[in-house]
Every structure is written in structure tokens, then in C-alpha cells.
């Protein structure tokens, strides 16, 4: 029992994770992994990698690191998270929801076992480009945005590009050197022009998105989080894109006014205060089911006559 409790602490520091010969490490014999596999109190997840249920983390961020984990502990040391798995490690915005699958690089001479659920890259990636915490390795955020920049549709990456910037992850000067470290890789060329749309104002990935869809309609907003103050200079309310042309402000949160969570409560006297001290001002918002019809929106918002 003692090598049983060891192997479930051993797990619990890994994501509640851990491997065959680390569980022979802590002491427990065949016998002992084939009863706990029988009584399902583990279950196994990759070749010799098993889970502890008891220490499984049912939400999405757990259910991550405990994949990422898994699959090093199955492919070896010497790999790490890389791609869309590394974006969501860093907290980065604007993947559509985890379908759990794995990306993780291995060194680009090696021919490691293919597993399920994991998908494997040989980049060559210098090893300052490689970070580790908590047992945990991935690239680097700079070295994961060129990666993904690569692989995805212009709208994500841009998303993607303006959650790092907003986060702090990487900085707006760092941009050009990325795109720079690019160059020669297939669909450098194609994403080269997605650097320069990312923008860390943006609070949310539904921003970027209506604001590529407009940009791309001919009517992209000239102002971000725009700030509307009263006559006594109080701030009262910050916009997510602006027109001052058209004095349009978008909302690009998709929360419908009528709601009744006090957050959507505050958001609409927000609203009332903006109204009431900027008469002129249009206000429209869009949600994430506009951009079923993306024309509809650029229609929209150039429908609103110049001021």
C-alpha cells in the first residue's frame, strides 16, 4: 500500500499523471499496476503512461496538462509542447474549443512511436526557445506564435497575435524580429502580412475578428478602446472599435442588453451613461453568431451615414 500511496503522490506533482517506470520507482511490482488497472482506479493512457482517477482535473486546463504530460512522459524527455498546445498553455485567445489533440515537437532526427491523440513536429527549435515550469516544457511564446502563424487561418493567428500583446507575452517591437526568424519556412509567405494587423488593444478574440472583417469590407475602424468621458471629464465608458466619421462605436462581446447577470446589468447603465452624455453616438454590437455573415456586418456598419 505504501508503494501505491508513493506512486499517487509521484502522480499528483505530475498532473495526476505518471509513468510505468516511475510507479516501479516508487516500489509497486506488476502485480500491483495490473490490480490497480483492474480496479480502474488507474487507467492506462499511452504505452506504459497511466492516470490516476482519483487525481483526474475535469476542466478544460486540466485535462490539458494532464494530456501534455502524458504524452511526454510516452514520447521522452526531450520533447515538449509546441503549436496550438503551447497557445493554450500561455493562455493565448482565439483557438476554437480544445478537440484533445496534443501537438508536441521531438528532435528533427529522431523517429519516435506515433501515439494517439498527439500529434508530432521535427522543427529544429534552439533551445532558449524552450521553457519549463512546473515539469511542464513548451516553447517559448515568441517561437510559438511562428509556429502557429504557419499552420491556422489568417483570422486566428491575428487573435492569437493580439491576446500575446495584450497579455504581456511578447511585445509589439519583438514582432518584426519573429516575423524575420520565419523566413524560408513553408507559409512564410502567406502569413508575412498577418504580423502587422496584431494589435494588443484588443480585450477579446471577437474584436479582431470584426475588426478584420470590416477592414476587409472597406470600412475599418479607425480607434480601439476608445474612452468616452462626461461633461466633467469623468471616464464613463470604453469602447472596443470606433468610427469617429460615422461616431459608431462596435461592442464586440456579444452580450444581449436585456440579460440579467449583474455584469450585463452594469454593462447596459454603462450604456445608458454613454447615451445620455454622447447623444450622437451610435452604438451597434455584434456576437460571435454575426460572424456567420461576415458581409452582413461590414454592411452594417458602413449602413451608419458620415457625420
Not at 499523471?17 to 510507479?23: D, M, R
Request: proline residues 6%; glycine residues 8%.
Amino acid at each position: 500500500m505504501e508503494a501505491i500511496r508513493a506512486a499517487n503522490r509521484a502522480a499528483a506533482a505530475q498532473y495526476g499523471v505518471l509513468s510505468k517506470a516511475q510507479a516501479r520507482g516508487c516500489g509497486m511490482a506488476e502485480a500491483d499496476l495490473r490490480r490497480q488497472l483492474s480496479r480502474r482506479a488507474w487507467v492506462r493512457i499511452h504505452q506504459g503512461v497511466f492516470r490516476v482517477r482519483e487525481l483526474q482535473d475535469r476542466t478544460e486546463r486540466g485535462r490539458l496538462l494532464s494530456a501534455v504530460m502524458a504524452a511526454r512522459l510516452a514520447l521522452g524527455p526531450a520533447t515538449f509542447a509546441c503549436a496550438e498546445t503551447a497557445a493554450r498553455l500561455w493562455g493565448m485567445q482565439g483557438l476554437p474549443l480544445w478537440d484533445g489533440t496534443v501537438h508536441m515537437a521531438v528532435p528533427a532526427q529522431s523517429t519516435p512511436h506515433r501515439i494517439p491523440g498527439v500529434r508530432l513536429h521535427a522543427w529544429a527549435t534552439a533551445p532558449e526557445e524552450i521553457v519549463s515550469r512546473g515539469g511542464m516544457r513548451a516553447s517559448g511564446p515568441g517561437r510559438t506564435l511562428r509556429d502557429v502563424l504557419l499552420r491556422l487561418d489568417r483570422y486566428t493567428p491575428v487573435c492569437l497575435l493580439d491576446s500575446a500583446l495584450n497579455q504581456g507575452l511578447v511585445r509589439t517591437g519583438d514582432l518584426p524580429e519573429l516575423a524575420a526568424a520565419n523566413r524560408g519556412r513553408r507559409g512564410c509567405r502567406r502569413s508575412r502580412p498577418w504580423w502587422d494587423l496584431a494589435d494588443g488593444r484588443a480585450q477579446s478574440p471577437l474584436e479582431p475578428r470584426i475588426r478584420l472583417v470590416c477592414t476587409d469590407g472597406g470600412v475599418a475602424p479607425d480607434g480601439l478602446q476608445h474612452r468616452f468621458y462626461d461633461d466633467r471629464g469623468r471616464l464613463i465608458a470604453v469602447g472596443d472599435l470606433w468610427w469617429s466619421d460615422r461616431r459608431l462605436l462596435v461592442e464586440a462581446d456579444g452580450r444581449a442588453p436585456h440579460e440579467l447577470p449583474e455584469p450585463l446589468l452594469r454593462d447596459r447603465r454603462r450604456q445608458n451613461a454613454l447615451e445620455l452624455a454622447h447623444p450622437d453616438v451610435r452604438i451597434l454590437r455584434f456576437t460571435w453568431a454575426d460572424l456567420r455573415n461576415p458581409r452582413a456586418i461590414a454592411d452594417t456598419v458602413r449602413a451608419v451615414p458620415l457625420r
